[in-house]
């Protein structure tokens, strides 16, 4: 059964870090893209940071930009975002995602199964 599982969202100060986790079933992770996308309250999703089924890695928003990291373990079938020095902006749910393809995209309708999402948030 194709499923994507989110974890490891929460509350964070600012300037922690927060270590998410998508666990992906049904299929593997060398033959698919997975996309981490957020969305805050009242503005789209966004396309954050993306690995192809090859391993590459891409940010797709400078915002991010070594701040963030996508890594994945295949033999545990997921794929991880360690997000550090968060900011207020960083607030949101978010979500991974398969993508259609085996190469990445930041947009959300090249997606096809998505997770639940995991709220984080970072306040003080």
């Known amino acids: 059964q194709l499923q994507l599982v989110e974890s490891g969202g929460g509350l964070v100060q600012p300037g922690g870090s927060l270590r998410l986790s998508c666990n992906a079933s049904?299929?593997?992770?060398?033959?698919?893209?997975i996309g981490w996308f957020r969305q805050a309250p009242g503005k789209q999703r966004e396309g954050v940071s993306c690995?192809?089924?090859?391993?590459?890695?891409?940010n797709y928003l400078d915002s991010v930009e070594g701040r963030f990291t996508v890594s994945r373990d295949v033999a545990k079938n997921t794929v991880y975002l360690q997000m550090s020095n968060l900011k207020r902006e960083d607030t949101a749910v978010y979500y991974c995602?398969?993508?259609?393809?085996?190469?990445?995209?930041?947009?959300?309708?090249?997606?096809?199964?998505w997770g639940q999402g995991t709220q984080v948030t970072v306040s003080s």
């Open positions: 049904g299929f593997s992770l060398d033959s698919y893209a």
């Open positions: 690995m192809s089924s090859a391993g590459g890695r891409l």
């Open positions: 995602a398969r993508g259609k393809g085996r190469w990445c995209t930041y947009r959300p309708v090249d997606f096809d199964s």
